[in-house]
């Protein structure tokens, strides 16, 4: 028996709105079709929420996290419009979300977005979600493979140059794609459901590629790292090898239970071996087998501050965004100095960061002393520097606990209290859907509900573990059930007891709380 979203998809594709949305801006919210509110909108990328009733988000497509002066400008002046309600945010896909749009304007909204060469189509639901890629993708001095190219092409192949493709608007869940072109993993490959990995196909590292790894996925239910295909590509296969596993993965994929509607849950059914061969089979000829290694090799960079790019006398300059909110402001003010500085070039990262690019040597000074990076730092200390967080239950219906504003302040507390040596990545998801990934933080949280003095209040499970770059690996659940209102004292004896953390004269007593290890 085929499931709510099925059926509603069966009746009508999602993208099948995209003719009506100059209707719906007639009509008004409240006269739109329920199925089409809440559900096939979002195959445009808009998505009604409930905490702010006709004011509507919008989530892009930037494919390899790239964006220019022209684009933020844009994405800064729709933003405006909405006044008050407007709020963006950066994601952990190297994405913008942006909130507070009247149905009335989407329609001039996309025409913004065409103009510019962006788009929102096919970013939500059933569909693939922004393709991420090294952010420091043709500039970093070190990298292997160039991989916006590759990005760009992804996307256009799925999403028809930005205007849709059917395609690939009924899969059974949601699919991320990642290509990595460098040596630390900055695109957690391992938590996609389809990853690239740089790799030689040879020993003499003649001939580069990319290793294949599969069915990566968070979700409340199950969490499971990406396993290795045994497959090798060449650049020049990387489009045809997405395009053939996202066939198999819609025409077999499991449908009756939305729980178990993801990549893994197919590879679980058929082996590992069938799906390669059902890949192969749809590719039209036999793929090599892995490199016997990959090129992952170093810790995970996060591209803050100031680095070397391979155009000489180059530097890209990373600023910490404070959890990845933004406003209409800022974003102008974004551009004014990706023109003012650099070459006008943008670069999105996982950790909800931003990076100006083509900054010259003699500029660099410049930067650093422009009034911006107050708010927006290329030195953030090494709590803040690290901190990543959900959208949270302010916005997000799905979430139980609010987290933006909860993580900076805790943030700010900690701080606070302690010198930290290095730096400490704590990752806030209001629910168990991770969105925020705090199993591959040091300390990752997921809102809950529990009980003190008698009292529903909110908290938080806490996960730790997780390890990024070379042999990554998720973190596990180490306490359950913490009411936010002791994470000051809680996380504050994890910092001392397993990052070297140094309480500051006159930081608060020590914790007293026992910290028990779950199962």
Not at 93 to 104: D, S, Y
Not at 159 to 177: M, Q
Not at 410 to 432: F, M, N
Request: proline fraction near 5%.
């Amino acid at each position: 028996m085929a499931n709510k979203i099925e059926a509603l998809k069966t009746a009508k594709d999602g993208l099948a709105v995209k003719a009506e949305i100059a209707r719906f801006a007639e009509i008004g919210w409240e006269a739109i079709d329920d199925d089409d509110l809440q559900h096939r909108l979002k195959w445009l990328g808009v998505f009604f929420r409930k905490s702010t009733p006709g004011r509507f988000m919008v989530r892009m497509r930037v494919p390899n996290g790239l964006l220019s002066s022209e684009q933020m400008r844009v994405l800064a002046s729709v933003l405006e419009k909405c006044g008050e309600h407007g709020v963006a945010d950066i994601t952990t896909r190297q994405n913008i979300q942006m909130r507070g749009f009247p149905i009335e304007d989407i329609p001039e909204m996309f025409e913004k977005f065409r103009s510019v060469g962006l788009t929102s189509v096919q970013s939500a639901m059933d569909n693939i979600r922004n393709i991420t890629g090294s952010p420091v993708a043709g500039i970093d001095a070190n990298e292997l493979y160039d991989t916006r190219e590759l990005a760009i092409q992804v996307q256009n192949l799925l999403t028809s140059n930005g205007e849709g493709n059917p395609d690939f608007t009924n899969l059974p869940r949601k699919f991320n794609i990642a290509i990595a072109g460098c040596r630390d993993n900055s695109t957690h490959a391992e938590i996609n459901d389809l990853a690239f990995i740089p790799a030689f196909k040879e020993q003499s590292q003649e001939i580069f590629g990319f290793n294949v790894v599969v069915g990566g996925f968070f979700s409340a239910k199950r969490v499971e790292a990406a396993i290795p295909l045994n497959v090798w590509v060449a650049p020049e296969d990387v489009v045809a090898l997405c395009e053939a596993l996202l066939i198999v993965y819609r025409d077999n994929g499991l449908r009756e239970n939305r729980a178990k509607s993801r990549l893994m849950f197919l590879i679980d059914e058929w082996g590992i071996e069938k799906f390669r061969a059902e890949v192969e089979k749809q590719m039209g000829k036999p793929l090599a087998p892995a490199a016997l290694k990959d090129e992952i090799e170093w810790e995970k960079r996060d591209h803050i501050g100031v680095h070397k790019q391979q155009q000489t006398g180059m530097n890209y300059v990373g600023l910490q965004i404070p959890v990845g909110r933004m406003y209409a402001p800022d974003m102008y003010e974004f551009a004014r100095i990706a023109d003012t500085y650099g070459n006008g070039d943008m670069r999105l990262t996982v950790e909800q960061n931003l990076l100006i690019t083509h900054v010259s040597d003699q500029q660099v000074p410049l930067l650093l002393q422009d009034p911006l990076l107050q708010k927006f730092p290329a030195d953030p200390d090494n709590l803040m520097r690290g901190l990543v967080s959900c959208t949270g239950n302010q916005f997000c219906p799905v979430a139980i606990v609010e987290t933006k504003n909860r993580s900076l302040t805790l943030t700010k507390q900690l701080a606070e209290d302690y010198t930290l040596p290095k730096v400490v990545r704590i990752h806030w998801s209001g629910c168990p859907n991770s969105c925020a990934q705090p199993q591959v933080a040091d300390i990752g949280f997921t809102g809950c509900k529990t009980r003190k003095d008698g009292k529903v209040v909110d908290g938080v499970d806490i996960y730790m573990g997780g390890t990024v770059g070379k042999d990554a690996h998720l973190g596990t659940c180490v306490m359950e059930k913490v009411p936010c209102e002791d994470l000051r004292e809680v996380i504050g004896k994890l910092l001392v007891e397993k990052f070297g953390a140094v309480p500051k004269q006159n930081a608060i007593a020590e914790s007293s709380v026992e910290l028990i290890a779950v199962g």
